[in-house]
Structures are given as structure tokens and as C-alpha cells.
């Protein structure tokens, strides 16, 4: 888990163990997308980490900024969504992620 930035556990993480792949899903609703994802801040982020330091991996859901109608107003508001705040797994290593905040 060091590999992963304070910043980025910030407010609250959720843990899940893929006792097969030992793996985890780690969940982190204030990790700052921006650099990726084009005008939008702190939209949450998902993680699957190893259990050695750096054997982390973003998944990555949505790649694009907010979208806009046709008049350029933003229809879907990404910033401060939480992405990740809920994380949950299956015996077949599906991944459910919920997000708290629209």
C-alpha cells in the first residue's frame, strides 16, 4: 500500500482480497483525475494492487471529460463524484464500483 499516495486514501478506501490472485481492489473517491480526464478534479479512482509495494494499477473507467450538450453547457458533472467509494468483487474477479455523488 505504499505505493499508493496519502493524497489518494485521503478520505476512506475500501479493501477487497481476491484470496485466488491475492490480489486488492482498492478504492479511493478523492484521487485527482485531472491529469487524464480533462476538466474534471477529484473524481475518485479505482485500484488493483499486488502484495508488493508498487504493484498498483489505476483502472481506468472513463478517460473523458465532462460532456456538454449542444449549446456547451456540461450535461454530466464528473468533479467530486466518489468514484470508488464502494468496491465489490465476485469469485470470478468481477468488479462492481459505485459512485455516491452525481
Not at 479511493?28 to 476538466?39: I, M, R, V
Not at 464528473?78 to 465476485?90: H, M, N, P
Request: positive net charge; glycine residues 8%; proline residues 2%.
Amino acid at each position: 500500500m505504499r505505493s499508493i499516495p496519502t493524497r489518494v486514501c485521503q478520505l476512506s478506501h475500501k479493501l477487497k482480497l481476491w484470496a485466488a490472485l491475492r490480489r486488492l481492489v482498492v478504492g479511493a473517491p478523492k484521487f485527482d483525475t485531472s491529469s487524464f480526464q480533462k476538466g474534471v478534479v477529484e473524481a475518485g479512482a479505482v485500484f488493483k494492487c499486488g502484495m508488493n509495494d508498487g504493484d498498483c494499477i489505476l483502472v481506468k473507467f472513463d478517460s473523458t471529460g465532462n460532456k456538454r450538450n449542444t449549446n456547451g453547457e456540461v450535461i454530466d458533472r464528473k468533479s467530486y463524484q466518489w468514484l470508488g467509494a464502494t468496491v465489490a468483487t465476485s469469485r470470478d474477479s468481477d468488479l462492481i464500483v459505485v459512485s455516491i455523488q452525481a
